[in-house]
């Protein structure tokens, strides 16, 4: 065990984590932060990212996170390649454990993030980014004036069908129940767009593809048993996302779909621990919003350590 006392120690290296690392880094504080599983988060896993300022033609997902990890580390910031197993908040300074080793810290910034949820049909992982999409805000655009379908009956599906159909020539709804989660207002804007078509109670079986990436579905009717293919440039997954908060139970609020709720920006009910990101936004789930996210964590650590001469 070291006894050494991080002044803060952020989790997880999407662009929360390493922003929030950036500003307390040069804010002197040394930080120390915890890459997890996903070293540089979501956006690794996308090739284009052509909506976060700065890049006149866009820049690739795992190119803008490695270079958010050099930026970080040039000025100060600690990468530790580790998950964070398990946390007691119970006491200052504050513990976390990665496997078996302890680690204190002053302040901890969460930036965990919330992973979108997959059908887990075959070759889902491989068609990502080639067609294949869990965020209609981020790739929409790729689909302009081409034919797509969305998967979901909450109001998210409803929400990227409507952000879609303005987009796309034609949007397909597709739903395995004939009974929709998603609110009424939701579900009847996007019954009421006119290139929107619903197809339910439709479950999909297949992602049909070539050597460059999707090229369409297999749907099936769950009433009839009869099997359908559509032809599609876009496949897009709205059921849900699952956020990376378990660990951090007891010490910070959730609402009901696990997000942690931020106060006052991005403090949480336990002193010194703020978070960060996807992980507290519900709504947004953006690179650019979980940076900006980051950057107030930082500062309102850096504050939450000056007051209490940490
Ligand atoms: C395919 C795809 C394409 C996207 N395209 C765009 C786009 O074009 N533009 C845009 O703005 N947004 C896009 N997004 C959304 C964007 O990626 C997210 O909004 C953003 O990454 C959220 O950042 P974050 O830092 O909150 O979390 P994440 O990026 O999710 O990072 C979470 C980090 O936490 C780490 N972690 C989790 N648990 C632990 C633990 N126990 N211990 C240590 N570390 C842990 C993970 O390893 C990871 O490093 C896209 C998302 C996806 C999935």
């Known amino acids: 065990m070291s006894n050494e006392i991080h002044h803060v120690a952020i989790i997880g290296t999407g662009p929360a984590g390493l922003t929030a690392a950036i500003y307390a880094a040069r804010a002197g504080l040394n930080p120390v932060i915890y890459a997890g599983l996903q070293h540089g988060g979501q956006l690794t896993t996308t090739t284009d990212i052509e909506n976060f300022p700065g890049f006149e033609n866009g820049i690739s997902g795992p190119k803008l996170m490695a270079d958010m990890t050099a930026q970080a580390e040039r000025v100060g910031t600690k990468v530790l390649y580790e998950q964070i197993t398990k946390v007691d908040f119970s006491s200052s300074p504050l513990k976390l454990w990665s496997d078996d080793k302890e680690i204190l810290a002053h302040s901890v910034v969460i930036a965990t993030g919330a992973t979108a949820k997959t059908l887990g049909i075959e070759n889902e992982d491989v068609l990502m980014g080639k067609g294949v999409s869990t965020c209609a805000t981020c790739d929409g655009f790729f689909y302009k004036n081409k034919k797509v ?162």
């Open 149 to 310: 379908a969305v998967v979901g009956g909450g109001d998210s599906a409803m929400e990227e069908a409507t952000y879609l159909a303005k987009l796309c020539s034609e949007v397909y709804l597709i739903h395995r129940r004939d009974h929709f989660r998603a609110s009424k207002i939701m579900l009847e804007r996007a019954q009421k767009t006119e290139n929107i078509k619903f197809l339910v109670p439709y479950s999909t079986t297949e992602l049909l593809h070539d050597k460059t990436g999707l090229t369409g579905i297999k749907i099936v009717n769950l009433e009839t048993d009869q099997t359908e293919t559509i032809e599609l440039d876009g496949f897009f997954m709205a059921i849900g996302h699952q956020p990376n908060s378990q660990i951090f139970e007891p010490y910070v609020d959730l609402d009901d779909h696990g997000y942690i709720i931020a106060r006052n920006h991005t403090e949480t009910k336990t002193p010194g621990v703020f978070v960060a990101g996807d992980i507290a936004d519900p709504v947004f789930k953006q690179a650019i919003t979980a940076a900006g996210m980051g950057c107030q964590a930082a500062i309102q650590a850096t504050k939450y350590l000056e007051n209490n001469n940490l």
